[in-house]
């Protein structure tokens, strides 16, 4: 079963998959939670409804990789009052310890990401895949450290605008941004997933390996969860 919470809630502790924040202030938090289905990798859709469709992928190594499924994510945005800070905290947990080196990577994966984007139309594979998406959160193992950033998406890539905070902790990690980093965007719509390459970034060799489930939240649209500010 999938679930959906959301709160608004005043000197509320994060919860599942979400960073830990000090708090001086009151803070008024608002957070998304949602399970994904295990074992759904790569993530593959039939390219005539656009429904999600993994049959006949059981024997690609990545499949062994339980860091790439998703079995939860969140994201969470909160206001200090007396700072004025507004921040997004997005998590995830995978099925599995995150890579700590090369050794933990299938042969000839050069890196793995985690990533989240921010769409502001619903992006579905078959009637809508060319939707305006100006920003992706992502966080990236290449085999010797992990980084994170935010990017100006475009189309597979985009320009780094800016690296970020995160943290990774067996199978969770999270990653952590200001709302003036996305131009304090009053509503848009976000995707979780997870995603390999075996090319270099100038290249299309990659592979999307999970996405949000079609039924991951109630009033999905697609793919996508939709977000109203605070």
């Known amino acids: 079963m999938r679930k959906v919470l959301l709160a608004l809630v ?23 939670l949602a399970e994904d289905a295990v074992g759904d990798v790569p993530f593959l859709w039939d390219g005539k409804t656009g429904e999600e469709w993994t049959h ?9 990789c339980g860091y ?4 939860g994510y969140s994201l969470s945005q909160h206001v200090d009052t007396d700072t004025g800070e507004d921040v997004y905290t997005f998590s995830m947990e995978v099925n599995g310890d995150l890579p700590q080196s090369a050794d933990d990577l299938p042969v000839g994966i050069k890196r793995v990401e985690w990533l989240m984007y ?19 959160l992502n966080l990236t193992f290449d085999g010797e450290g992990y980084s994170a950033c935010l990017v100006d998406y475009v189309l597979i890539v985009g320009p780094v605008l800016a690296i970020l905070d995160y943290g990774v ?30 090319g270099g970034p100038d290249t299309y060799g990659m592979r999307l390996t999970d996405m949000t489930d079609l039924n991951a939240v109630e009033g999905k649209e697609w793919y996508d969860i939709p977000w109203y500010s605070l």
Do not use: H
Request: one cysteine or more; glycine letters at 4%; aromatic letters at 12%.
């Open 10 to 32: 005043s000197l509320a502790t994060m919860g599942l998959l979400v960073a830990s924040t000090s708090v001086s202030a009151v803070v008024y938090e608002q957070t998304v």
């Open 56 to 64: 006949g992928s059981e024997g690609m190594p990545i499949t062994k």
């Open 68 to 71: 790439v499924d998703m079995i």
């Open 118 to 136: 921010i769409d502001l139309q619903p992006w579905n594979p078959v009637a809508d895949t060319a939707v305006d998406c100006p920003f992706m």
């Open 169 to 198: 902790s067996g199978s969770t990690l999270w990653i952590q941004w200001s709302a003036d980093q996305i131009e304090d965007l009053d509503f848009f719509y976000f995707e979780a997933a997870t995603r390999v390459w075996w």
